[in-house]
């Protein structure tokens, strides 16, 4: 039941046309002024009861030169995975992604690692990427729109499921000039 779960809320996010160019190029994002610049200098700032600062540096392993490019290279591989590759495709997106995106991907990729529910029925996700569109009024975020379908090779738990439409929110940051990022992913529908 927990694969099931898993695989219903993987389809409930991504985006992005197959055949979008690979991100290229390292980045960094740097905490805003004021905040700790080391380990030990958050760690003297919190007690054990209060949530620590902001990280000092996050890296992501690559950047697009633009906001569009980011999000749809991240959507493409978010939709495009099968049982084998899935923890291994949330991995890489948790490393060329920043903040919630990347905290997101790396909890997928631990959940699905050693899902034999997902190994065992042969659950695959195939997609493209609609459409991506700024959402009006929220700079830095798009609507994200695909067309996705769900297989199962050893299961009939898919069978004659049709391809569906899904929408997430994406928010990309620059973390560098002309180097941009996906920082938020939330599937809506």
């Known amino acids: 039941m927990r694969a099931a779960a898993l695989v219903v809320a993987l389809l409930l ?16 994002i ?13 760690t003297a ?22 906001p569009v490019a980011a999000v749809r290279a991240f959507a493409a591989a978010y939709i495009n995975w099968n049982a084998g590759s899935v923890a291994q495709v949330m991995a890489s997106l948790a490393a060329r992604s ?22 065992n029925g ?6 493209t990427v609609e459409a991506v569109a700024p959402r009006p009024g929220h700079p830095g975020q798009y609507v994200v729109v695909t067309l996705e379908r769900t ?14 439409w899904h929408v997430a929110l ?4 620059e973390v560098g000039p002309r180097q941009w990022v996906v920082s938020g992913w939330q599937p809506m529908s």
């Open 98 to 119: 920043i903040g919630q995106a990347r905290s997101a991907m790396a909890l997928a990729a631990a959940q699905t690692a050693g899902d034999d529910e997902l190994r």
């Open 13 to 28: 996010a991504g985006c992005a046309p197959l055949g979008t160019a690979p991100l290229t190029g390292t980045s960094t």
């Open 151 to 164: 297989t199962a090779s050893a299961s009939s738990a898919y069978q004659g499921l049709a391809a569906a």
């Open 45 to 66: 700032t919190t007690s054990p009861n209060e949530i620590p600062g902001p990280l000092v540096h996050e890296h992501a392993t690559s950047a697009a030169s633009a």
């Open 122 to 127: 042969g659950v695959a996700n195939q997609g």
């Open 30 to 42: 740097s905490a805003p002024t004021g905040a700790p610049t080391s380990a030990s200098a958050a």
């Open 170 to 173: 994406a928010t990309v940051s």
